[in-house]
């Protein structure tokens, strides 16, 4: 038995040019990102772009409307939502959903024939990644910044009162105080651990370099500002 496969019809080879440049678009995104050690990197991005676009071409076809497409809008927040987490304090992934985000954007709209539309969110994307981000950085080493520091010192002995004073003497502003006190269990030396919320312009990598110098002084942990780290 002989199939008679029909020739492709002009419309069905420009649905096959959209799919084609929402995945070198997507790609290049993926790629941007693979370079860079990120969790969504080449493979990911592409097949989020790729899949965004067939989404849309299907709904095209089949239903003449974009129905299927406001799922997929949807269904990424999925996606997004595993991609953010909280670490010690600090917020992570949030630059990378966004990317999926934006990466599946750009799918739909070469999905749907906007392939102009595509190109300039996709320039736009390398824009920020490359040029916001030494923008960023130096904005953020002028503007003042809230940071956590553990400080573990021997109870009694005036070391806080000090640890305080050299704080606002460098700069820093002391925002919020947690004190819990461990007598060790009966031994000689009372141990005492608060936890620090401190802002300032300078860095608390230094701020605890002081700390650490005042006698009675046992440890110190600095910690970063809660912020994304991609």
Not at 84 to 99: K, Q, W
Not at 134 to 163: C, I, K, M
Request: charged share 15%; proline share 2%; glycine share 12%.
């Amino acid at each position: 038995m002989i199939l008679a496969l029909a020739a492709p019809s002009p419309e069905t080879w420009e649905h096959v040019g959209n799919l084609g440049v929402a995945f070198l678009l997507s790609a290049l995104i993926g790629l941007e990102r693979e370079l860079r050690h990120k969790a969504a990197g080449l493979r990911t991005l592409t097949v989020v772009g790729f899949a965004a676009a067939l989404f849309m071409v299907i709904s095209q076809a089949q239903f003449g409307d974009s129905r299927v497409a406001a799922q997929v809008v949807s269904g990424l927040g999925f996606i997004g939502g595993g991609l953010i987490f909280v670490r010690r304090d600090a917020v992570r992934g949030l630059t990378t959903a966004a990317i999926v985000w934006l990466t599946a954007a750009v799918g739909m709209a070469a999905g749907a024939g906007l392939w102009l539309l595509a190109v300039v969110a996709t320039l736009a994307h390398f824009a920020v990644s490359y040029g916001f981000t030494p923008l960023a950085r130096r904005l953020s080493d002028r503007a003042t910044r809230v940071h956590a520091l553990t400080l573990t010192y021997r109870d009694g002995e005036g070391v806080l009162r000090r640890a305080l004073a050299e704080c606002t003497q460098r700069g820093f502003t002391v925002r919020d105080l947690v004190a819990t006190t461990d007598d060790g269990g009966g031994a000689a030396v009372r141990q005492a651990t608060v936890r620090l919320s401190v802002e300032g312009s300078g860095p608390v990598t230094q701020l605890a370099t002081w700390l650490a110098d005042i006698d009675g002084v046992l440890a110190i942990t600095a910690g970063g500002p809660a912020e994304d780290a991609d």
